[in-house]
């Protein structure tokens, strides 16, 4: 057993740079809020200020590197609008008159891939990918589209994120959201 330690050793000091490497920025977490608006749908719907928040995390392999792939998961939700007092109404026109509705409300979860920049206190990402909406009448897959900035220190940093989604859901309605975020994120 005692022969195996010298090997064992070496063998971790010959890991570890590349280890060190591997965990120093690998892991980042982003949680922004801000305003989001939507499109689409089979009926008018009344769009309002609505809220928008979002926290991602994602993971970079190489660190060390200026540019370098990434892969990241993204849980947010979207909700409508802040009342405070009376709703707005919006009156439809015809037979069967009443509010228009408003647009949904719904949480998503996705897995995105893309790209990451970064230079001495600044990172810029691009991402895309797959994501699955549910909540606010009908569920559905669908895609997001994800460009953040970063500026700060090396472990803490503000973000402002664009985010944009495209929802088809099971009942052939297309939906697409765009918001506007504000946040940190801590790596």
Not at 5 to 14: D, E, Q, S, T, Y
Not at 56 to 78: I, K, N, V, Y
Request: charged fraction near 20%; charge should be positive.
């Amino acid at each position: 057993m005692h022969r195996w330690i010298v090997p064992a050793f070496a063998l971790g000091l010959r890991l570890a740079p590349a280890l060190m490497a591997q965990s120093q920025d690998s892991l980042s977490l982003d949680v922004t809020l801000g305003r989001s608006t939507g499109s689409g749908g089979r009926r008018p719907y009344l769009s309002s200020g609505d809220i928008a928040a979002e926290i991602t995390l994602g993971f970079r392999p190489h660190p060390d590197r200026g540019s370098a792939w990434m892969a990241a998961f993204t849980l947010g939700r979207r909700s409508g609008p802040l009342a405070f007092g009376d709703e707005r109404c919006i009156v439809q026109p015809g037979p069967d008159s009443g509010c228009e509705p408003a647009f949904p409300t719904f949480s998503h979860i996705g897995l995105l891939g893309g790209r990451e920049w970064r230079a001495s206190h600044a990172d810029l990402r691009a991402l895309a990918g797959p994501a699955w909406y549910g909540g606010g009448g009908a569920s559905g897959l669908g895609a997001q589209l994800h460009v953040d900035a970063a500026v700060g220190f090396r472990h803490l940093a503000f973000v402002v994120a664009a985010r944009g989604s495209w929802v088809g859901r099971v009942t052939g309605e297309t939906l697409r959201c765009r918001s506007l975020e504000f946040g940190l994120r801590i790596q």
